[in-house]
């Protein structure tokens, strides 16, 4: 995007703009950039509007942002998609990575596709399976443990979740017998509406997060929102484990369901007939 030259002269600049915390700080270091294109003793104004036009997309590499949407589950960029994409031309190119030379006819490259789906879909079956059975597991031993209001509410958890949010749920799950954050209710004095101020005791500097007492109203810190599941501040508001604040990913499932499902690959001599 910028050439060898441009990138060199601003590389510092564009790391700093994609790592910014805030909209401040990235404003901050795109100003001191631009001062640096500016007072250059021969000013490539070609340079300029491509810096600019890469201050506009900020919503597309600014962690401050990508923090933001729903469900980014904490990725810095899109490694799943990636993944894919590398996954499909190794399949369809019997293994060889980095290059593509499938050459074959549309309906074949389909056929090829849902071929690779179906094998994905076995894969993921298999993660299923082994997640219920984690999940048993967890469900057998929370039962020698002693009976109090969090281990009911851990219990309750376990018999939807899957291991993996499970797991993610219990560790958020206060344990300790000291208070570990504070609650207070507030009025606002606009709309009438309870708002829960929940504050950490063990780290005072950290931000205090507000949200109404209604069940549905959520929590917007980055926990909560890269997951889309129930945060600690919302697990000690709302006095624990509330289904429907989960996505439905979070869920025990044992088999994945899809357009797949009943598809048989068609043979050979049917294919033939149909490219002709």
Not at 106 to 135: E, G, Y
Not at 245 to 258: D, I, M, N, Y
Request: glycine fraction near 6%; proline fraction near 4%; charge should be positive.
């Amino acid at each position: 995007m910028f050439g060898p030259v441009g990138y060199e002269l601003l590389k510092s600049h564009l790391v700093r703009m994609i790592q910014a915390k805030s909209k401040v700080d990235f404003d901050e270091i795109y100003d001191t950039g631009k001062n640096l294109l500016e007072n250059q003793l021969k000013v490539n104004g070609q340079l300029l509007s491509i810096f600019e036009e890469f201050s506009c997309t900020r919503n597309y590499y600014a962690e401050s942002r990508i923090v933001e949407i729903p469900g980014n589950r904490g990725r810095k960029g899109s490694p799943i998609s990636e993944s894919n994409h590398s996954s499909v031309l190794s399949d369809l190119n019997d293994g060889i990575k980095g290059t593509n030379r499938y050459q074959e006819h549309p309906i074949l490259l389909v056929q090829d596709l849902l071929t690779r789906q179906k094998t994905h879909v076995l894969i993921a079956n298999q993660r299923f399976h082994n997640s219920v059975q984690h999940m048993k597991l967890e469900r057998a031993k929370s039962q020698l443990q002693s009976v109090t209001y969090g281990m009911n509410d851990l219990k309750f958890a376990a018999s939807k979740l899957n291991h993996e949010t499970c797991l993610r749920y219990k560790l958020r799950q206060p344990r300790s017998p000291e208070p570990e954050y504070f609650i207070q209710k507030t009025v606002d004095t606009t709309t009438n509406e309870v708002i829960m101020c929940v504050q950490s005791q063990i780290h005072p500097d950290a931000p205090t997060q507000k949200f109404t007492i209604d069940v549905n109203s959520r929590c917007n810190c980055k926990d909560r929102i890269a997951e889309q599941d129930m945060c600690v501040h919302e697990i000690v508001a709302k006095a624990g484990f509330i289904p429907q604040l989960f996505e439905e990913r979070h869920f025990q499932r044992k088999c994945v369901s899809g357009y797949l499902n009943g598809w048989i690959s068609p043979p050979k001599q049917k294919v033939n007939k149909i490219i002709g």
